[in-house]
């Protein structure tokens, strides 16, 4: 079956604007896990939902970081007035149930702040 | 903050067993140990999973001593595709998933 995906694959965008970065994750997945990864770094988490619910965000940097999964299905990583530093891949992934499962991942979304 | 670390990198020759140590000092009653193998421009793949003593699979054993503070990867006969770089992953109390430095293993024809 299909695996997670995620668009758009590269964005380009300027300092101080608002992105919108989506995640499909296996359909049937319960958890859905958003992390950043810099170049040469593992990735690092961010937040992690199980269904609609956030079930633990304390990775999101600040608050200019936000996610939401409204349906339990899709979910969206928006980052508000993007600075340089938010430059990286953001990696998506979902997984059967709790977070013990094991965790499928997407390609991933390079993000470049000019 | 609990963190695990590993090798940052290590080198093999084709055909040869490779063996990738994680050190996990803080896990936790429920925590299992899952790797990840990541190559160039692409998300982790799964290789494989335990919580105590070994587990094997198609790909790789994973070698858990009853301390469980640290693992071992284990790599038979690595081949040039192997090539990529493995992450060791800790599922800590709190929901929160914390990725070792990662091995860069290189394998050498």
């Known amino acids: 079956g299909a695996g997670v995906s995620q668009t758009p694959s590269n964005k380009v965008t300027e300092k101080g604007k608002y992105v919108e970065l989506r995640c499909d994750p296996i359909?049937?997945?319960?958890?859905l896990y958003w992390y950043r990864q810099s170049l040469g770094q593992g990735p690092e988490f961010l937040i992690y939902?199980?269904?609609?619910?956030?079930?633990?965000d304390s990775g999101l940097p600040n608050d200019r970081f936000f996610a939401v999964r409204p349906e339990g299905s899709v979910s969206t990583l928006k980052i508000q007035r993007t600075e340089r530093g938010d430059s990286a891949v953001y990696l998506c992934?979902?997984?059967?149930?709790?977070?013990?499962?094991?965790?499928?991942f997407g390609p991933g979304t390079r993000l470049l702040v000019l | 903050l609990a963190k695990t670390t590993q090798p940052i990198s290590m080198d093999s020759y084709e055909g040869q067993e490779v063996n990738i140590t994680c050190s996990h000092n803080?896990?936790?009653?429920?925590?299992?140990i899952t790797w990840y193998q990541q190559f160039p421009s692409q998300g982790p793949r799964f290789i494989i999973q335990?919580?105590?003593t070994k587990v094997t699979n198609e790909v790789a054993s994973l070698f858990i001593p009853a301390d469980r503070k640290s693992s071992t990867l284990s790599l038979p006969r690595v081949s040039l595709s192997d090539t990529a770089v493995y992450y060791c992953?800790?599922?800590?109390?709190?929901?929160?998933?914390?990725f070792g430095t990662g091995t860069s293993l290189t394998v050498i024809p």
């Open positions: 992934a979902s997984s059967l149930g709790p977070p013990q499962e094991t965790q499928y």
């Open positions: 803080n896990i936790a009653t429920n925590d299992y």
């Open positions: 335990g919580y105590k």
């Open positions: 939902f199980q269904g609609t619910g956030a079930a633990d």
């Open positions: 359909s049937g997945h319960t958890a």
């Open positions: 992953l800790v599922g800590f109390t709190g929901n929160q998933f914390y």
